[in-house]
């Protein structure tokens, strides 16, 4: 949720303030003593090669970045680890199944739309090639580390980045 989307205390409904707490403002309830601190989401992002050492990225469907080029995932479920939710996001998004190779990285993103957001991305090698979007994405394509198109989100760039590291030739 967005830093400072709330007004009222989740567990008594009093009105929340601003309050210096451990060295950083924070909302809190004057009423009922709760800190409502404001942690980052986690997100999952997948980078999947192709035989030519080409990287998948799909053009998005929907906010943020509708009509932007990114890579595939999303948001890490209750329960579920970051790999996991690398893997089913890629799945629901492309249709394509594999297994997580390495982590890539962790970045901090700050999000219109979502506050701030840690994105782990993670290498994938999938075990089927049959691309099936489903509703989020417009397209999905192969490029390479020079046919790359412009990519919105830093962290996703970050990822392409230490990605080719290692494949561009």
Known sequence: MK?????????????????????RKRLF????????YENPAPVAAAAVKDERNRLLITKRNI????????????????????EEACLRE????????????????AYLQRSFFYGTLII???????SNKNLSLNNEL???KFFGKKEMPGIPFLSHRRLVKEFFRRYAK
């Open 90 to 105: 890629l799945k629901e998004e492309t249709g394509l199944t594999g297994r997580v190779e390495r982590l890539l990285g």
């Open 120 to 126: 782990i991305g993670y290498e994938v090698s999938v």
């Open 29 to 36: 309830c004057a009423k009922c003593g709760r800190v409502n």
């Open 3 to 23: 830093s400072g989307a709330f007004k009222f205390c989740p567990l008594c409904g009093h009105g929340l303030r601003r309050k210096k707490i451990d060295g």
């Open 138 to 140: 417009k397209e999905a």
């Open 63 to 82: 906010e943020p970045g509708i009509g932007k080029w990114a890579l595939p995932g999303g948001f890490i479920e209750s329960g579920e680890t970051p």
